[in-house]
């Protein structure tokens, strides 16, 4: 079922991260509020910077009608600091919660409006890649009695590429952890109850049944003879 | 319009979403939120409504294609709105046909489904109760034909043990979980955590800590 994941996928981070807000600067007039619900977003004028929600300041951009002023944390000086400082310790530096569905975006729909471009954007990958690789040394320290893993620093991208692995992970070390000790279980009619090593044969239950399944496979064969018998009988006329 | 409020009604929305969306159990259904949602929707609606005929009826004029630009750009944050509802009342029921035994069989579960859901939950019971009965249920020995029966397991409950990523919104201090050995863990303001879900259950309700 889709709909009961427990994660988000990339277009679904995608969509949450149209409602963060943004500054461009439009080059149409608009004399009306715009009226959402998270804000009225005042009326528009030519060269007056106003901020915006992201997927309304992409919209615009797609049609032309403004220039999108580009985030502090995706200019060449900021990127290039942040690098430094993630080769140059173990733990994770803090980055936007959005910062890779943004800069996604921002390259794919925004590319002139940045300095740089090609600059930039080797930076983000380079800092991607360096994060992965962190991320992947931090998985390896899950024991089997580990009973939670923090994750403050992580986007909101490479928590939700994490999650499947490690929820199922922690959840199966759980399982074998508490293997041992007793866990309510539904009562199954003479077995024992915190015994995990059932024999299943042993139940009286099942040895009463035993006849009804033979007659029924009985009745099987005969319906099936008698339908071959016929068969064969209208292929002779 | 009140702004200062509106703020709050669509993140509180988003974060309503988001725990149902990583919780094995459900939430009690967030009727004051999704009115204000709608009600939002239904003003604009009628806002477009009404500018597509202007729209229509006047061919060729200057302002045409700007009230067409308004349009469109309100017809986005409507389709948005429509598109977070629509997910958080699929994944509700999701989850009820998943566990519908558990559910009617649980007053305090039962309460946190609205009005509408709970109709959904009879109707699909009935449809699956006959189902059963009509593919094999009969034919089966009387002792063996009950499908609400939790001692010989028959009820699918949600499983509290699932691992869910979650967020902390207040300092807690030092809190012990109780297993099969206890842990103590210092829970501070805005750390994150992938942990058993029955551990912070109880943190959630008062929104000490969110699911993310």
């Known amino acids: 079922m889709y709909n009961l994941q427990n994660n988000f996928n990339p277009q679904e981070t995608e969509f949450l991260s149209g409602d963060e807000p943004i500054k461009i600067i439009p080059n149409f007039t608009l004399n009306q509020k715009l009226v959402f619900l998270n804000g009225e977003y005042g009326p528009f004028q030519p060269s007056i910077p106003i901020e915006v929600p992201l997927w309304l300041a992409l919209t615009l951009r797609r049609q032309e009608k403004c220039q999108i002023t580009i985030p502090v944390w995706l200019s060449v000086e900021f990127l290039q600091d942040i690098l430094k400082e993630e080769k140059s310790r173990k733990k994770l530096s803090k980055l936007h919660p959005y910062f890779s569905e943004i800069s996604a975006q921002l390259f794919e729909h925004a590319p002139n409006d940045i300095n740089d471009f090609e600059k930039v954007r080797t930076l983000v990958e380079d800092i991607w890649n360096v994060r992965a690789s962190k991320i992947r040394e931090g998985i390896k320290d899950i024991t089997n009695t580990t009973y939670c893993l923090s994750i403050s620093d992580l986007t909101v991208m490479e928590r939700e590429l994490l999650k499947p692995y490690a929820t199922s992970a922690l959840k199966n070390i759980w399982l074998i952890f508490n293997s041992g000790k007793p866990i309510k279980r539904p009562n199954f009619p003479n077995q024992p109850e915190t015994n995990t090593n059932t024999k299943i044969g042993t139940n009286t239950n099942t040895i009463e049944e035993e006849p009804l399944i033979e007659k029924e496979q009985e009745t099987t064969k005969r319906t099936l003879r008698k339908f071959t018998t016929e068969d064969m009988e209208t292929e002779q006329n | ?212």
Not at chain 2, 98 to 121: A, C, D, G, H, M
Not at chain 2, 127 to 135: G, Q
Not at chain 2, 182 to 194: E, R
């Open chain 2, 1 to 212: 319009m009140e702004t200062t409020n509106n703020i709050t009604v669509l993140s509180s929305f988003i974060q309503a979403w988001t725990n149902e969306k990583n919780s094995p159990e459900i939430f009690p259904y967030e009727t004051d939120l999704i009115t204000e949602i709608r009600n939002h929707i239904n003003t604009q609606q009628q806002i477009i409504d009404k500018n597509l005929e202007q729209i229509k009826e006047e061919e060729t004029n200057n302002n045409d294609s700007q009230l067409m630009f308004l349009t469109n750009i309100m017809l986005m944050e409507v389709e948005r709105l429509n598109y977070l509802l629509r997910s958080y009342l699929r994944m509700r029921l999701d989850k009820i046909e998943k566990y519908p035994v558990y559910i009617l069989k649980n007053q305090q579960v039962r309460e946190s489904l609205s009005k509408e859901e709970q109709q959904f939950l009879a109707g699909y019971f009935k449809l699956f109760e006959k189902h059963m009965k009509n593919s094999f249920l009969e034919k089966l020995p009387k002792p063996l034909q009950k499908i609400d029966d939790e001692e010989e397991g028959m009820v699918a409950k949600p499983d509290v043990n699932n691992y869910v990523a979650c967020k902390i919104n207040e300092d807690l201090g030092e809190v012990q979980f109780l297993e099969a050995d206890t842990f103590n863990l210092t829970l501070k303001k805005d750390d994150s955590y992938i942990i058993n879900y029955d551990h912070i259950k109880p943190f959630i309700q008062s929104n000490k800590v969110s699911l993310i």
